[in-house]
């Protein structure tokens, strides 16, 4: 969908459906009035006579005004206006473009823009309009034979006469998240045969050739045996894909500026390996490099906006799969930094392949780094699918993490990463196991993680809850690329 900006006044306006706010009480928005004014009171009699009631999301489209200029109406109820939450905004935005889906109209006038949310600003509203009315037209239908209907709205206008310069800065804003959720969603919702390491690896060269300050290095199994990468290769020992450690480098500022650094867990499928998953809902394991599609969705969405900042993705990408040459439960393996590891459950592989790439971040001198990862199946057990997990050992990160998600409307809930914790990692045979035990998962996988971010301010983010829906409307979500643009936008500032 194409976004821009309208800021003729309404009395002189055209368009085929102008989308306006009213509130509970019959009480209409600034934008509504105008409108009102120009057609009859046809909105205030609406209204009077119950039409719509003006709850948060309600929709009424009036499909004829007697006005040539402005063809249809589409009001959105936004509840009491004062009391007009962030989430009840993006809830009623997110309606009222759910609604012109079923429609025939092409192009649409969005006042919604300058509506009071509390504690946001404009540019805030215009981001949250451009991300809500472009998540519900995303299709899959790269595998389907035939062509799937288009949908009709092509063009919304985000309308402010004033301040204008504040909706153009939200609305390129909204449209790098939207492009990198779109991104994400995309290499997620593709199958495992076709969205291999090797096609990961082939993304991320391409989003390098798409932008000139952003370069992608891939290295080979061979590589990786060099650098003593024990603990990934032998998760991908087993598959017949050989595994690829991507990184894109994206520059933007200085070269004496140290990078913020995300590490996204890159498993193209996840069998379980030896540990071998039961059937049931197993299809969803190609889902399990949503961590690494976040990555390249973050970085495209950095590169799109030119933010002042360095910034390196690392995606370690494997499969994880039975085979002869599989790890074996009780196998001993000695990662890049030297621990050795008993992998008692060989399908707690994430953590085996994130490891390594958390000690190769240290090459870049990170300002800070975050990892992403559909870790644990314990995260839905302790969180559901509404909060991603988030771990990590410095509280300003984290902090920083929370606050940007607040704003993101993309929700995090922190754990507690406690030393006591470690003690479930305890190994007869080796430096740590693989496994903590049943208590705790989440934690005792983060436990695991934290033993080879020593040297640097580190975050882990737990998205096994968050990055897809299962169930009829299963597909990829592009989370957690809303949050980490807006730290990112936050650091920039
Ligand atoms: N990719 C899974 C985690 C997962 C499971 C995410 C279900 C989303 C839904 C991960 O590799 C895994 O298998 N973890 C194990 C760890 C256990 C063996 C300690 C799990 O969660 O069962
Ligand atoms: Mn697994
Ligand atoms: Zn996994």
């Known amino acids: 969908m194409d976004f821009l900006l309208a800021n003729t006044p309404i009395e002189t306006l055209e368009t085929e459906c102008l989308i306006v706010a009213v509130f509970e009480n019959e009480q209409l928005s600034p934008a509504a009035k105008t409108l009102d004014s120009l057609t009859d009171s046809i909105i205030s009699k609406m209204l009077q006579r119950g039409d719509i009631k003006g709850k948060v999301a309600d ?3 009036i499909n004829y005004l007697p006005n040539k200029s402005i063809q249809r109406a589409l009001l959105v109820g936004l509840g009491d206006a004062d009391k007009l939450s962030a989430k009840k905004f993006r809830r009623a935005v997110a309606s009222a473009a759910n609604t012109l889906k ?16 509390i504690k946001q600003n404009i540019s805030w509203n215009a981001r949250q309009i451009v991300e809500a009315f472009d998540a519900p037209f995303y299709q899959f239908n790269d595998c389907k034979s035939k062509a799937a209907d288009k949908f009709s709205l092509a063009q919304l206008s985000l309308h402010s006469v004033t301040e204008t310069d504040a909706v153009q800065t939200g609305l390129n804003q909204g449209l790098a998240i939207a492009q990198g959720v779109s991104l994400a969603k995309h290499v997620s919702d593709l199958p495992g045969n076709i969205c291999t390491p090797t096609y990961l690896a082939e993304q991320a060269v391409k989003i390098a050739e798409q932008h000139p300050n952003v370069t992608a290095e891939i290295l080979e199994e061979a590589d990786m045996q060099k650098l003593g990468m024990g603990s990934f290769l032998s998760v991908s020992r087993g598959s017949r894909q050989p595994a690829k450690l991507i990184t894109l480098e994206y520059k933007g500022a200085d070269a004496a500026t140290q990078p913020i650094v995300f590490v996204g867990k890159g498993l193209t499928f996840d069998a379980g390996g030896i540990s071998l998953k039961p059937g049931a809902g197993m299809d969803e394991m190609k889902y399990d490099m949503c961590g690494s599609a976040a990555v390249l969705g973050t970085l495209q969405a950095a590169a799109e906006l030119q933010l002042p900042l360095n910034i390196v993705g690392i995606i370690p990408s494997s499969e994880n799969m039975p085979d002869g040459d599989a790890n074996k439960p009780g196998d001993i393996v000695t990662s890049m930094a030297g621990l050795t590891i008993e992998i008692l459950n060989t399908d707690a592989e994430g953590r085996l392949i994130l490891c390594d790439a958390l000690t190769y971040a240290k090459k870049y001198n990170p300002d800070v780094v975050i990892d992403l990862a559909t870790l644990t199946g314990a995260c839905l057990v302790a969180l559901g699918r509404v909060p991603s997990g988030l771990l990590g050992n410095d509280d300003t990160l984290c902090n920083d993490l929370q606050s ?6 993309d929700s995090v809930w922190r754990l507690p990463l406690w030393d006591e914790y470690q003690d479930q990692l305890k190994s007869n045979f080796a430096d740590i196991a693989n496994i903590g035990g049943r208590d705790a998962g989440t ?3 983060a436990c695991f993680l934290s033993r080879f971010t020593k040297d640097y301010q580190w975050a882990h983010l737990d998205i096994a809850g968050t990055a897809w829906k299962s169930g009829e409307a299963k597909g990829a979500t592009g989370r957690p690329v809303p949050l980490l643009v807006q730290y990112l936008l936050n650091r920039a500032a």
Do not use: M
Request: charged share 10%; glycine share 4%.
């Open 102 to 117: 079923t429609t025939q109209i092409g192009s649409a006038v969005c006042c919604l823009t300058e509506e009071n949310v």
């Open 59 to 61: 929709t009424l489209l």
């Open 404 to 409: 940007a998600s607040e704003t993101a409307l």
């Open 443 to 445: 934690i005792t996988a």
